[in-house]
């Protein structure tokens, strides 16, 4: 049925995508049918080929099958952005195995948690994290252990210079390899390379793809086959413009992250194209990468595109082989946008996506029309409602604002082992993201904010994100978030964090007397505090909860005093 933002589509974009008859290990290989010697990795100057990278992925699914991992088996990839990552979650798929990508991040507890949770069997991980491995595997239901290093997939001779850089930077690279713990160099080098190939049911989960874990107990989202297939065809058929075989993606987004996972790796892969594998950002490492390496697509989070555009020195560096950014993961700036397209000439599509989604949902057309501040239109094959915040069964009005609600092929299975919670995220086939929203009249959605995040002030609905805008938008603001905190009159206040701009220097006053200028009184912040930095996860996200949880133990303190 047509809605009203299919008017919108540019030219190209089917209304829906047919499901995916392939699973994504599938398409890799169509892809090395294909483009044999196209490149399929590029990893500070090393490169694979597509041939390549499909050879190695039979070679370590062989091998996993041989350390007894079968069809439904949990294997743990906890890996950066580097070959192995790759390689190990499409031999996990190729074998009917259920990939648990892991941040490297993880502390001890967040481990065990997960991988017992999941019921992991094998754990794919780094020689540097191997000393927190070691702590936890024994408290796991953990049977074995592979091993890789930064090393094992870079070129002579970085290869051989590296072990020295790691010993400068007191990374471990020492591992008792053994009966189980194994070298993933030596299973790829040493395995038969021809893996069972059990017949995947696409309705099958492929993937625990975990979140929540910066609000709750992390869950274990379960996606299928299906889901990231499909995810990815409608990300393809968004951007029809895109040559298979020929671009090359700037990947610094995390695999181990759902956006990363798809957009960085998925989408890539499936197309035939070029990943430009970027291990951890540091922005001047960062911007002599794409100088060198000449991307022509980059998935970005906005605390990246902030550090871009806020970095003095940009102008030095030739960016201008981008040609595309997808922003996502967080709401991005207007100002930011703004200013950076401003600089390098390239066109930012800002998108919207949850895990529970695979995760993509919403994007800008590319041509069309675009409008700033929206996360765009419902992709094709998905459909979206506004409904009301108090009951979520009412539809909303054009214009008002409501629950953003999803359905579409790519919404997830559901929480593994977790019926209730699955129950409460999704009605009648209708995912309910939490997140507050309102949609025009031509289907394009603003998202306004987390329901979980909205401050109520004497009464009024306070949204953090109008205030962040106009906190972005002052010269000398470098970063910027806003937090409801108790206030004894009012129930809730508005206090802002604030990170100046290197070399500026600014006051409460000055913050205040910005935002009564833009903003309604009673959204006008009550408090500032100034600082270096603001928590975030790896792909930049603000941890307000964790602010919030800072302020509420002062109060604490302070009533305890």
Known sequence: MEKTWHRFYDKGVPFEVDLPEDPLHRQLEKAARDFPQVTATEFVGARLTYQQLADRVRRFAASLSELGVKPGDRVAIMLPNCPQTIISYYAVLTIGGVAVM???MYVEREMIHQFNDAGVKVLVGLDHLFPRIAKVWKQTKVE???ITSIRDYLSFPLNLLYPLKAKKQNLNMKVPYSDTIHSFKDLVKNSPGNPPRPEVDMAEVALLQYTG??????KGVMLTHSNLAVNVAQIATWLPDIRRGHERFLCVVPIFHVLGMTAVM???????????LVPRFEIRDFLKTIAKTRPTIAILVPTILTAMVNYPEI?????????????????LPIEIMNRFEEITGSVILEGYGLTESSPVTHVNPVKSRRKAGSIGIAIPSTDVRILDLETGTKEEQIGQTGELVIKGPQVMKGYWNMPEETGQTIKDGWLYTGDIAHMDEDGFVFIVDRKKDMIIAGGFNIYPRDIDEVLYEHPKIA????IGVPDEYRGETVKVFVVAKPGETLTEEEVIAHCKEKLAAYKVPRQVEFRDELPKTMVGKVLRKELRAEELRKLKIKKED
């Not at 998925?266 to 430009?276: A, D, K, L, S």
């Not at 970063?479 to 806003?482: K, P, Y």
């Open 315 to 331: 102008s030095k560096y030739d960016i201008s082989s981008i040609n595309y950014v997808v922003s996502g993961s967080a709401p």
């Open 102 to 104: 892991t941040n490297p």
């Open 144 to 146: 074995q252990l592979v």
């Open 266 to 276: 998925n989408w890539p892969i499936c197309m035939g194209c070029t990943m430009i």
């Open 213 to 218: 874990g910066t609000t709750g107990v992390a």
């Open 479 to 482: 970063d910027a978030v806003t």
